[in-house]
């Protein structure tokens, strides 16, 4: 059972408006910034290991045979093969996805939002291949300026990007945040005396995408989602819930018996802080 929406890594800006397409038409994209790329990246690591072998296995046949300096003619050879080809092919015949890109649900786009083109992927690899990952010219100087760009640029964009044209957005709407139903007032005195220490974060967070998503559900699915939660719940709590009381309303006393009791603590911890600490949070005038 898996209600959640769609991974979206911290960081990562929200949507804005100001990308504007060759027909002048507003295009409202959400780009994607350093951690959603990162994971990406290290997505297709992972899937450039078993060509960076194959390479390394090649020039290892070829040194036993010829002189060392072909050889490494070789590896080099393989390594510009495996970190330029291998994004470029991606990027350009699976419209602008690698598969970590598909993991992630990142695509890259031209910033007039139309599809990727090969000269576009070349551009993007060459520079990375040089600049960015894995940087062979000037590693340590390229490195923090590449990542000092991505996090000065609005739309989180490379230097592969900017010499490019190009930039990476999420293909993947993130799910609102929607507000829980409020505690019925018939039972907030039993639900007051409920032990929730059982229900942790991840079955709560379960029931609240339930019963904010519950109009987007289908029968027999939604019924079937309620009682398997209900029974869950039930199984969790102390004391149990009255004989008349609905698996619906039960679900909706506990989330909001839990949100309060969560409310209270901050309340508590925020006054402690400011005990301990009274100008946390302020910042002194400069004037």
């Not at 959640?4 to 911290?10: E, I, K, R, T, Y």
């Not at 004391?239 to 039960?250: E, G, N, Y």
């Given at each position: ?284 005038s400069r004037f």
């Open positions: 059972m898996n209600l959640l929406p769609a991974p979206v890594a911290p960081g990562d800006a929200p949507a804005v408006s100001g990308l504007v397409s060759a027909e002048a038409v507003e295009i409202e994209l959400r780009p994607a910034r350093l951690p959603s790329r990162s994971l990406a990246l290290f997505l297709d690591c992972l899937v450039m290991i078993v060509p960076g072998f194959l390479a390394v296995a090649l020039v290892r046949s070829v040194a036993e045979h010829t002189d060392v300096a072909l050889a490494q003619a070789a590896l080099t050879v393989g390594l510009v093969l495996v970190f330029v080809g291998y994004p470029v092919l991606c990027e350009t015949f699976l419209d602008g996805r690698s598969p970590g890109k598909r993991a992630m649900g990142l695509r890259v786009i031209r910033e007039d939002g139309g599809p990727l083109r090969a000269r576009h992927a070349l551009t993007r690899a060459l520079v990375g291949l040089a600049v960015e990952f894995p940087g062979m010219l000037l590693v340590f100087v390229c490195w923090p300026a590449g990542i000092i760009t991505m996090l000065a640029s609005r739309q989180g964009r490379r230097l592969g990007d900017l010499a490019a044209g190009t930039l990476v957005v999420h293909e993947r709407d993130a799910a609102p945040w929607r507000a829980a139903p409020a505690m019925p007032p018939l039972l907030a005195a039993w639900a007051a005396t409920l032990d929730l220490t059982a229900v942790d974060d991840t079955l709560a967070l379960e029931i609240r995408q339930f019963v904010t998503r519950v109009r987007e559900l289908r029968e027999p699915y939604r019924a079937h989602l309620l009682r398997e939660l209900a029974g869950e719940v039930t199984s969790r709590i102390v004391p149990p819930p009255p004989s008349a009381i609905s698996p619906w309303l039960l679900l909706i006393a506990v989330l909001a018996e839990r949100r309060r009791r969560q409310e209270a603590q901050l309340v508590v911890g925020r006054r402690m802080t400011y005990r301990v600490l009274p100008t946390f949070g302020h910042h002194a």
